[in-house]
């Protein structure tokens, strides 16, 4: 029987299957389909919010600093490496802490540590050690959680507004600012989260940690590159605002929205880019010897890490990398936010029901703004006059699963945007009728001559805190632990009339605290 020679047109005909690739290949299928929802879930939010927008550009530009230092890169290639399947490990972990929490910030952190799991496992340590600036770079296309967002929103709304007015002033224009509002007598300007700046922040910061990375210079020049791009942000937003409110003295509202929308865009973001590179260009004009601005910034070469041999074969790296991924697609089933408990509960209707008919009692539509963004499961929001004629405002609202980038919406956010100043925020401690702890915020708010106190807290599983941050570390826990999300976020507010001390009016809202809690079990469960 004849057969085929070496070198023949038979053998030429067939091509050689690499170990190495083919393993490589199913890695990258099977975690591809374990984090799919999780990619699902990241493009979603780039095209959401405008502020994440520029996150399509993250992965080309990754991609791009691989491919101009390809030569490189291949050099690098050594033998395949167990520490890539710990660190896939850790991937699927994130992963399924993620799905168990309903925090996508965890499946999206665990999608870049797969990647360099990825790298690690079938190109060695020293390829993930010579791209480990684009692997990294990845990390700015995952999107904070939507509380984060909120948070840095209301602060950057806050300072944008101060700094804004003081260069409406320094334009010698009349202008009070009232919380987020801008009062200029005849016209009124609201500072939204819109108008907060982070839509330029987050590109901006990323263009600014590549500009240090390509920057040629000391390290404080690099990470003084980076830090600058938070000042920059602000002041470019406050001016964009103080032109808005100039326009709008001068011509009224209608050619001051158009210039608002002109300036919100690639105008603001240009002088960003200019100031930007005037600190750069001080940077190496006082470099000794002096250079050039342009050749400061050098092409971002990646460093060769020559690769060290290994008896790692491809074999073992595979079946750990490609168990990984069984395992994770079995605990991933267990883990989903379906499989979380839902405790029975009473409807917020039923609260009306608690106070009897000496009570005046008037329920209130909920801001559509803010249940869209919250998108609560119940919610109420009442207010009340108590035999005595005293006035309280309650609001409440609960989610049987903080899931879906659902959470509470802070008053620290909201009052500001209302016109209302946060003149005092507290956090006071106290202890249930049970005797467990028990903290809440107190806040002052002030408009012009009304003066309001607000309690709020977050009713957990049993918890009453204050901070969001403890809040969502208690989340995280009792996810894992105990399978539940649920909670609720209360607000008790009380108008400070005349002749009403503040020392009064915490006794009243202290009464009140005390009296919703003999109740607010049935509504909110331990």
Same mark, same amino acid.
């Given at each position: ?31 591809a389909v374990l984090f799919w929802e999780a990619a699902g879930n990241l493009w979603f939010r780039w095209g959401q919010q405008q502020e994440l927008s520029h996150s399509y550009f993250i992965p080309l ?29 850790a991937a699927v972990a994130l992963l399924l802490l993620g799905q168990l929490t309903s925090i996508f910030l965890f499946q999206h952190l665990g999608m870049v540590v797969a990647i360099a799991g990825l ?184 460093p060769l890490t020559a690769p060290r041999a290994t008896k790692t074969g491809v074999i073992p790296v595979a079946a750990g990398a490609l168990a990984l991924v069984a395992a994770g697609f079995g605990l ?49 929001? #009442?207010?009340? $006059?108590?035999? =005595? +004629?005293?006035?309280?405002? /309650?609001?409440?609202?609960?989610? !049987? ?78 996810? #894992?632990?105990? $399978?539940?999300? =649920? +909670?609720?976020?209360?607000? /008790?507010?009380?108008?400070?009339? !005349? ?28």
């Amino acid at each position: 029987m004849a057969t085929a020679e070496p070198g023949s047109v038979a053998d030429r005909g067939r091509l050689p299957v690499n170990p190495r690739l083919a393993a490589l290949g199913v890695a990258i299928l099977g975690l591809a389909v374990l984090f799919w929802e999780a990619a699902g879930n990241l493009w979603f939010r780039w095209g959401q919010q405008q502020e994440l927008s520029h996150s399509y550009f993250i992965p080309l530009i990754s991609a791009y600093l691989v491919w101009l230092n390809r030569e490189t890169v291949k050099k690098s290639i050594g033998d395949p490496s167990l520490a890539g399947v710990i660190i896939i490990g850790a991937a699927v972990a994130l992963l399924l802490l993620g799905q168990l929490t309903s925090i996508f910030l965890f499946q999206h952190l665990g999608m870049v540590v797969a990647i360099a799991g990825l790298v690690a496992s079938f190109g060695g340590l020293s390829l993930l050690r010579t791209v480990a600036a684009p692997v990294a770079f990845l990390f700015f296309a995952v999107p904070p959680p939507y509380w984060v967002i909120t948070v840095l929103s209301f602060n950057f709304q806050q300072i944008s507004s101060i700094l804004g007015v003081f260069m409406v002033e320094l334009m010698g224009i009349p202008v009070h600012l009232s919380g987020n509002i801008i009062d200029l007598g005849d016209y009124k300007l609201q500072v939204a989260e819109a108008c907060s700046g982070l839509r330029y922040l987050f590109p901006f910061l990323s263009l600014g940690v590549m500009a240090a990375y390509m920057y040629r210079g000391p390290l404080w020049q690099r990470l003084t590159i980076i830090a600058a791009t938070i000042p920059i942000t602000i002041v470019m937003n406050s001016f964009r605002i103080a032109v808005t409110a100039a326009l709008v003295q001068a011509y009224g509202t209608e050619h001051a929205e158009g210039a608002l929308h002109f300036f919100e865009g690639w105008v603001v973001f240009l002088f960003c880019l200019a100031a930007l590179f005037g600190l750069i260009a001080v940077f190496a004009r006082t470099a000794k010897p002096r250079v050039n601005p342009l050749d400061a910034l050098t092409t971002p070469d990646l460093p060769l890490t020559a690769p060290r041999a290994t008896k790692t074969g491809v074999i073992p790296v595979a079946a750990g990398a490609l168990a990984l991924v069984a395992a994770g697609f079995g605990l991933s089933h267990a883990a989903t936010v379906d499989s979380l408990i839902i405790p029975e509960r009473q409807d917020f209707d039923g609260v009306l029901a608690e106070f009897d008919d000496s009570w005046s009692k008037e329920v209130r539509p909920i801001d559509p703004t803010v249940a869209e963004v919250l998108g609560a499961d119940d919610s109420i929001v #009442v207010n009340l $006059k108590s035999p =005595d +004629g005293v006035f309280y405002n /309650l609001y409440m609202a609960y989610l !049987d699963a903080q899931r879906d980038g659902r959470s509470w919406h802070s008053p620290r956010q909201c009052i500001p945007g209302g016109g209302w100043k946060i003149t005092r925020h507290t956090i006071e401690k106290t202890t249930t009728a049970a005797g467990k702890p028990f903290t809440y915020n107190r806040m002052i708010i002030e408009n012009r001559d009304n003066r309001q106190l607000v309690y709020y807290w977050y009713d957990q599983r049993g918890r009453k805190v204050a901070n969001e941050f403890v809040m969502k570390f208690w989340l995280i826990l009792d996810a #894992v632990t105990r $399978k539940r999300s =649920d +909670g609720a976020m209360v607000r /008790l507010i009380l108008p400070i009339t !005349d002749g009403m001390t503040l020392a009064e009016g915490d006794a009243k809202l202290q009464e009140m605290q005390r009296r919703l809690q003999t109740f607010l079990p049935a509504y909110v469960p331990d």
